[in-house]
């Protein structure tokens, strides 16, 4: 073994205690941490029905907490009634009335702050002109907006009247938006006439006019806010400014109170086949763990300014920005634009501007920071910070080792969470005053949260250091309901295994002698680029339907910042492109999956051949071209190969 070998081990093996202080001070303590496990495993419905009374304000309280009777449907606290908006700000005004709920700063240094009454006024303003406009409890409403407090506002006015958001994330294309909008039959589109990007305008309402006239006829109205003044085109008797909607509408609008299980939102995300899937989250379920973890895992407090970095059109932007800081009476941070606007410092002179306490962001983004130096944090005050976070991948020791020295001082713990769209919540992390943490691992289950490593039996896999599934042994209250009108799609994925017992979360983990959970990677076709899941079918069928495309297989590559690199070998029509035309092929290509996907699909590296290495029964050998596109040697035999001479030219070397 070679000396490098042997100090990753060690690393990997080095704790990190939480500090005597940070302890002495948190929210949960050795004790109480034990304290929850031990009844959520003696008394598992009482462990939750005791958090969802506690936690959750309840126009009518449940009497039933688990009903297990459509499984794998599971349903929470389900004859309750409440209502989301009320408990993520109406509760808090008696107390918290003039506290900052939202520090908002846009790109070019623009800051606006909302206390609770302020936002409050602004929601039930909005909510009152979304029922002006006729949406009811149930309808399904579109935001596809720049992070700005009034996509929040959005979110919170259709929970208001138990309307269901869908928040498209504002990089996704005028053709993700169509399809998101269809499958949801959304009757109205939120949006504005653009946001800012590093720079540049994101031409939001451009991308929205091109949706809806390929089809969307499902949407009546389109609300406009206009955030960045460029000229846009609105329609006439559809269309209708932010501004005029809201004009005159009185700032009371009584909540819908609406049952736990009712619909609150469908956030679409990958899978390995076909169409992005409707990941629909409940109410009640959905805002027990938004809190639970935003108090346990956040450590969340009164005085804290916590900044999470997502937007909210995914997952994390609703449970760490929208939601779950709110219900807990928290105050945000909530920034539209690029991270290295001006420079590299942007974040770091954020956290000392705003004293922000706790910081969670994706490890992409701690990658892409470190590698522009230290002096850019080491300008600015991070003093404030007591808490770290990550999301969205494994963290690889060295960015790992950077987050603690040079953000946290070796000050903060980090809490490594794993967790995804479909489980709505943090299922496995660390919890910071209680738990040694190592970088790279995500720990241990939360309390409540049956997460196992079994084997293809579904046994438990007791042997350490031995891969298998990572599974969900019991139902939890945020777990997803459904697949938006597929529930057969819901059962095939996420039940397929085990007698249909344990949820299945897609990756593969292992656990290490302590018990800590390291997830090793996804199970089936799924990458993972810059924290986000992207299917390779998606990209695939996007390139297809390029009309010089015949066929094509994509797949993923180590990549330092972003994780994985997308790597696409694409058979044209005709001739296959070499030299200059296919450069210009490839140029064209990465633009066309950029269209019909989002930026982030387009293929970092687009390889022309005569032909897919294919086994005899005519599968795509996509393990012989992840070793391709990872450009290391090939071992398996590729003797049974049609067509040979393809391997040279899928390794760019003919
Ligand atoms: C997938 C979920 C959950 C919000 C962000 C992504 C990977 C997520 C971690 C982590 C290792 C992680 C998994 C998971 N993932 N967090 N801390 N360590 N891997 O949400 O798009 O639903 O993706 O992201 O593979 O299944 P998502």
Redesign the pocket.
Same mark, same amino acid.
């Given at each position: 073994m070679s000396g490098i070998e042997i100090n990753s081990v060690l690393i990997e093996n080095r704790l990190f205690k939480p500090s005597a202080e940070f302890t002495a001070r948190a929210r949960i303590k050795p004790d109480d941490l034990a304290a929850l496990h031990k009844r959520a495993e003696e008394d598992y419905e009482g462990f939750w029905a005791d958090l969802a009374r506690e936690l959750i304000d309840w126009q009518k309280p449940f009497t039933q907490t688990l009903d297990e009777s459509n499984a794998p449907h599971f349903k929470w606290f389900s004859d309750g009634e409440m209502n989301v908006s009320y408990n993520c700000i109406d509760r808090h005004l008696a107390k918290h009335a003039d506290k900052t709920a939202i520090i908002f700063e846009g790109e070019g240094g623009d800051v606006r702050k909302l206390t609770y009454q302020q936002l409050h006024d602004e929601v039930c303003e909005f909510a009152n002109a979304l029922k002006a406009h006729g949406i009811r409890e149930g309808d399904r409403v579109v935001i596809y907006m720049p992070m700005v407090p009034e996509a929040v506002i959005a979110m919170q006015a259709c929970a208001r009247i138990g309307a269901v958001q869908s928040v498209v994330f504002g990089g996704f294309s005028a053709e993700s938006l169509r399809d998101r909008i269809e499958d949801a039959q959304a009757v109205m589109l939120i949006t504005a006439d653009g946001g800012t990007r590093g720079g540049k305008i994101v031409p939001l309402k451009e991308a929205a006019d091109k949706a809806l006239s390929s089809g969307c006829d499902c949407i009546k109205n389109v609300i406009v806010l206009k955030r960045t003044g460029h000229d846009i085109a609105m329609q006439e008797g559809r269309d209708i400014w932010w501004s005029d909607a809201i004009a005159g509408q009185s700032n009371e609008c009584e909540p819908v109170w609406v049952n736990a299980e009712h619909p609150l939102f469908l956030l679409y995300?990958?899978g390995s086949t076909g169409k992005p899937k409707g990941i629909q989250h409940a109410s009640a379920g959905y805002l027990l763990n938004a809190i639970t973890t935003n108090l346990w895992v956040f450590d969340l407090r009164d005085e804290d300014i916590f900044w999470c970095t997502a937007d909210v059109g @995914?997952? %994390?932007g609703h449970t760490y920005v929208a939601y779950g800081p709110l219900a807990a009476a928290s105050t945000i941070v909530m920034y539209e634009g690029a991270p290295v606007i001006p420079d590299g410092g942007r974040f770091w002179k954020m956290v000392e501007e705003h004293k922000v306490t706790i910081f969670y962001t994706?490890p992409t983004a701690i990658r892409a920071l470190m590698r522009l130096g230290d002096d850019f944090p080491n300008s600015y005050d991070l003093s404030s910070l007591r808490l770290l976070g990550?999301?969205?991948?494994?963290?690889n020791p060295e960015a790992w080792m950077w987050y603690h020295t040079v953000i946290g001082k070796e000050n903060c713990p980090i809490v490594?969470?794993? @967790?995804? %769209?479909?489980?709505g919540a943090h299922v496995i992390s660390p919890v910071p005053g209680v738990t040694a943490t190592k970088p790279g691992s995500?720990t241990l289950p939360l309390p409540g949260m049956m997460a196992d490593v079994v084997n293809e039996e579904g046994e438990s896999i007791t042997e350490a250091n031995t891969g298998g599934y990572l599974v969900i042994k019991k139902p939890w209250p945020s777990m997803l309901r459904t697949v938006w009108g597929d529930d057969q799609r819901y059962a095939d994925t996420y039940y397929p295994k085990f007698g249909g017992k344990y949820y299945l979360?897609?990756?593969s983990a292992r656990r290490d002698e302590n018990g800590y959970f390291w997830?090793m990677?996804?199970i089936d076709d799924v990458l993972?680029v810059s924290?986000?899941?992207l299917g390779t079918m998606e990209v695939e069928s996007a390139l297809v339907a390029h009309d010089a495309v015949v066929e094509a297989a994509v797949v993923g590559r180590p990549h330092e910042v972003k994780g994985e690199a997308i790597v696409a070998f694409v058979i044209c029509k005709g001739e296959r492109p070499t030299g200059e035309a296919a450069e210009k092929m490839a140029k064209e290509l990465r633009d066309w999956v950029g269209e019909q996907i989002g930026p982030i699909a387009k293929p970092d590296d687009i390889r022309f051949a005569e032909g897919l290495p294919k086994t005899r029964s005519g599968k795509i050998m996509r393990r012989l071209l992840r070793t391709i596109a990872a450009g290391e040697e090939i071992t398996s035999d590729t003797s049974t190969l049609e067509n040979e001479a393809v391997i040279a030219q899928l390794q760019g070397k003919a």
């Open positions: 995300t990958s @995914w997952i %994390t994706a990550t999301v969205g991948e494994p963290i490594d969470t794993w @967790w995804q %769209t479909e489980t995500c979360a897609g990756d997830i990677g996804r993972n924290g986000h899941r």
